[in-house]
């Protein structure tokens, strides 16, 4: 099975669809011929991570929608891409609708529970009603969360107490974190 990721990152979007999608490449890597990362270089990129986990990264020019298109479909063809992973909020179902054709299984990753998907799976941690034609994972349970959030060690596990975390991205411009910890 071959798998292919599209997802970008950058100071502005953030890294959170990307340590996602690292997080179930890393998982998917044990069942998986090949995995690549189908990505933009935008400004302030956190493409480092992939290759830093040894992922192949192919980049696409940083221009329309059409030829974003066009340039997915390409690579899913050259690489025999049988399953792409999206994770992305601005590629809309008009995209969608042309890249699933090229795929065997088209999965999106997705936060936002009204949002109109044209995909096999939906990924989705939040409720969401179901579309006949696609099949949907949701509730907490398929919350991706990156290894080193979601580790508890035995000494953490015996403390008696509740831990509350708050996370705004990696880019937290109106830093709302600061804000929250002042009203706490």
């Not at 990505?39 to 940083?62: A, D, R, S, V, Y």
């Not at 992973?85 to 699933?100: A, N, P, R, S, V």
């Amino acid at each position: 099975m071959n798998v292919a990721f599209r997802v970008d990152s950058s100071n502005v979007i953030g890294a959170g669809h990307l340590k996602r999608c690292l997080k179930l490449a890393e998982e998917l890597r044990k069942k998986s011929s090949k995995i690549i990362f189908i990505t933009k270089n935008f400004k302030g990129n956190f493409n480092k991570l992939i290759t830093k986990k040894n992922f192949k990264i192919i980049l696409i020019k940083q221009d329309t929608i059409q030829n974003d298109i066009k340039a997915t479909k390409s690579i899913c063809i050259q690489y025999q891409i049988d399953s792409l992973i999206m994770d992305h909020y601005y590629l809309g179902i008009d995209w969608e609708k042309k890249i699933k054709k090229c795929v065997k299984k088209f999965i999106i990753i997705d936060d936002f529970s009204d949002k109109k998907h044209f995909c096999d799976l939906i990924i989705n941690n939040l409720y969401r009603e179901k579309n006949n034609k696609t099949k949907n994972l949701t509730g907490l349970k398929y919350i991706i969360i990156p290894s080193h959030f979601s580790q508890v060690s035995n000494k953490d596990k015996l403390k008696k107490r509740i831990t509350i975390g708050f996370f705004f991205g990696s880019t937290d411009k109106k830093n709302c974190i600061g804000k929250i910890i002042k009203i706490i």
